[in-house]
């Protein structure tokens, strides 16, 4: 299931013209680095007129696969930032679909509200209480349910998502909300710091957050 997720969303982000980054320190890690437990493969896209894409695909050898897909519109566009986790072990599957309008408020986009509809009866990912799950949009996507599902489920999301794109205007203030926000996942916690500060130690985690999964231009 997450392979084939992965592959969905390099498809639907190629076809926006993206620019695959070059190579660096972050594109292929491991933990520990000897006899490793978990390998973490890393790829960053430039998208035109949209800002800038991460992918990190982790393997285990507890056979735990996940994808964390970050999509992070720091071309200031009037689009909310787009976090998409899958995780799969034995028969746990689950995907979230993760929208933050960082606290600007003025996007509506009935595309997404509509792959909302079509994937809001998927059983719920009984998730932990946390202070980002009170900060997302309300046409999030926090689910569990089949495989055949749950892939549809997050290309559609990031189809709808990528093509909205077109209809967004710049507004240079979202640059201060997207940083704030950006400050508080940090601070405050993501679902990926543990595992974060524990591949990069805490400086390292908050460079890999402000360089790689939320980058931002200098205003």
Known sequence: ??????????????????????????????????????????DQYS??????????????????????????????IDLPYLLIDAMSMKKKRCVFVEYYGCGLGSFADETLKYVYDKYCSLPDYDEKENWYIK?????????????????????????????????TKIIPEYHDKLKAFRERMIVEGNPSSKTLEMLLKKDGARTFMETVIMPLKEN
């Open 47 to 76: 998208v035109p007129k949209f800002g800038h894409v991460m992918i990190m695909h982790t393997t285990t050898k507890m056979g735990m696969e996940l994808v964390t897909m970050s999509f992070m519109p720091n071309e200031c």
């Open 1 to 42: 299931m997450i392979s084939t997720i992965r592959q969905k969303a390099v498809s639907l982000i190629s076809d926006s013209n993206a620019v695959l980054l070059p190579e660096d320190c972050y594109t292929n890690m491991r933990y520990p680095k000897i006899l490793p437990l978990m390998r973490f493969k890393v």
């Open 135 to 167: 900060e997302r949009m309300p046409y999030s996507l926090i689910k569990t349910g089949d495989s055949e599902s749950l892939i549809r489920m997050a290309s559609d999301s990031i189809e709808a998502y990528l093509g909205s794109v077109a209809k």
